[in-house]
């Protein structure tokens, strides 16, 4: 079956990787590399992350439930602190792979956890971040934002509310993410899955699966 849509995850892949900067601030705070990621890994399902994803606390509750977990694994980090440094910075080559891939037809879509916290769905810090980053989710024909939907990734049921909202079988729709446990559920339902690496990685491995040149 020919692919006719592509769908985008945005932190990590049109974006640089949000865990880049979680390792800055890790350095500049003296915690154990990728300490944030595994404070975010125990519950992954029920715990301050998960929740501020699904929207279903407030900024103010996630930095206190934040500071609980970090402080249960042994160091003080409070959330409003992992929020400063959340938004990445955006990739030139993704955003121009996004004008190619709709001048040749093809459907765009994204899927994105985000937390409803900063400027928009790119959770930009500033007014112009904030601009710059609705000018490329335009790009897109339907957004799926975790924070609005009440639903996150790797929940199966949203890549299946993209399909829905597209009219089309995941058959037909490749999916990128940057994490692998993300990409698991889109394969599943029978998607193209492709794990981003980096952005000439991810630009690499889509132009295999539709034999285009980016």
Not at 9 to 20: K, L, Q, R, W, Y
Not at 148 to 153: H, L, Q, S
Not at 159 to 186: E, F, R, S, W
Not at 197 to 202: E, K, L
Request: hydrophobic fraction near 45%; proline fraction near 5%.
């Amino acid at each position: 079956m020919a692919f006719t849509a592509v769908i985008f995850d945005f932190g990590g892949v049109i974006t640089a990787s949000p865990f880049e900067a979680f390792n800055l601030l890790e350095a500049e705070r003296g915690l154990p590399q990728d300490f944030i990621r595994r404070v975010n890994a125990i519950n992954p399902d029920s715990n301050a992350w998960a929740r501020f994803e699904r929207a279903e606390i407030s900024a103010e509750e996630f930095n206190q439930m934040f500071a609980a977990e970090a402080q249960a694994q042994g160091f003080a980090l409070d959330g409003a602190a992992v929020l400063a440094v959340l938004a990445g910075a955006v990739r030139p080559e993704m955003v121009a792979a996004l004008d190619r891939l709709k001048a040749q037809g093809y459907r765009l879509g994204c899927i994105t956890n985000n937390v409803p916290t900063g400027h928009g769905a790119g959770m930009a810090r500033s007014r112009d971040a904030s601009d710059e980053i609705e000018r490329i989710l335009a790009r897109f024909e339907h957004v799926i934002e975790s924070s609005k939907a009440g639903v996150r990734k790797p929940d199966p049921r949203i890549y299946q509310m993209m399909c829905d909202t597209l009219g089309l079988a995941p058959q037909t729709c490749v999916y990128l993410d940057d994490l692998g446990i993300n990409c698991k559920p889109a394969a599943a339902l029978g998607m193209h899955a492709i794990k981003v690496t980096s952005g000439p990685q991810a630009l690499a491995d889509l132009g295999k699966v539709l034999n285009i040149e980016f």
